[in-house]
């Protein structure tokens, strides 16, 4: 046998010894997996798929919780206040009007005492046992009156002008804080400041209406009383005529 011969021989059997052990190897599954890596596209794909879904879910997760963070914010806005420090003097120029009311003078904004007053001063008959000087004094005293119901209306409306140019600073305030109100209840609360402004407006209208229409009344009163007066002063001074017979 050539030297030649022997070396393919030789390279035949080691290449045939190589090719067992590999197939033997194969056989093993400890030695396969340890030595062996197999890739799964398929495997691969749905695990990148899993975690993506569970990555959106967690994403779905933290925005519900921004959600109801945002939503406790606007509650706690909705039950914030807001101060009124306008009511005060709301209060004080209503009771400044108040009390010019009551110094009304003898004839005074009371039904319970109105009746009488009024008789007194005005009364549906003339009386004859008055002298002259008195039916005058009684006179002076209507007058009297009427000046002084003509006056108090003046002082009353004097208040209320002051009161005007005091609420223009006021609405200026409410304004404000109507227009910077955050939740729901700051909101309403302005308005409702708002509405008590108006109010207390229309209280002063109603005042001085009141003290005008009284002293309108007074007035008339006096005219008609001077009249009656005028008229029961003369029949008197005629008399019946009875009293000269001509001869």
Do not use: C, W
Request: hydrophobic share 45%.
């Amino acid at each position: 046998m050539s030297v030649s011969l022997r070396k393919k021989l030789l390279a035949s059997v080691i290449s045939l010894g190589a090719t067992a052990l590999l197939i033997v190897s194969i056989g093993r599954p400890g030695v396969a997996e340890a030595q062996i890596t197999v890739f799964d596209p398929s495997n691969y794909s749905q695990n990148v798929l899993t975690a993506a879904r569970s990555l959106q879910q967690i994403n779905n997760q933290i925005q519900s919780l921004q959600n109801q963070a945002q939503s406790l914010i606007n509650q706690g806005r909705n039950l914030t206040t807001i101060g009124f420090p306008e009511l005060q003097a709301l209060q004080r120029t209503l009771q400044q009007i108040d009390q010019l009311m009551g110094q009304a003078q003898r004839i005074e904004f009371r039904v319970a005492n109105l009746d009488q007053q009024f008789r007194a001063m005005f009364p549906t008959s003339f009386s004859q046992l008055l002298t002259n000087g008195q039916h005058a004094a009684d006179a002076r005293s209507r007058f009297d009156t009427s000046m002084a119901a003509f006056k108090h209306t003046m002082a009353v409306q004097a208040q209320v002008v002051e009161n005007v140019s005091a609420d223009m600073s006021n609405l200026n305030g409410l304004i404000a804080r109507s227009q910077s109100a955050e939740g729901a209840l700051q909101v309403g609360q302005a308005t409702n400041q708002l509405l008590a402004l108006v109010a207390k407006q229309q209280f002063q209208i109603q005042t001085l209406m009141a003290a005008q229409y009284r002293a309108d009344a007074i007035a008339r009163a006096n005219r008609t009383q001077a009249q009656t007066d005028a008229q029961s002063a003369t029949t008197k001074f005629l008399g019946s005529g009875s009293a000269y017979t001509p001869h």
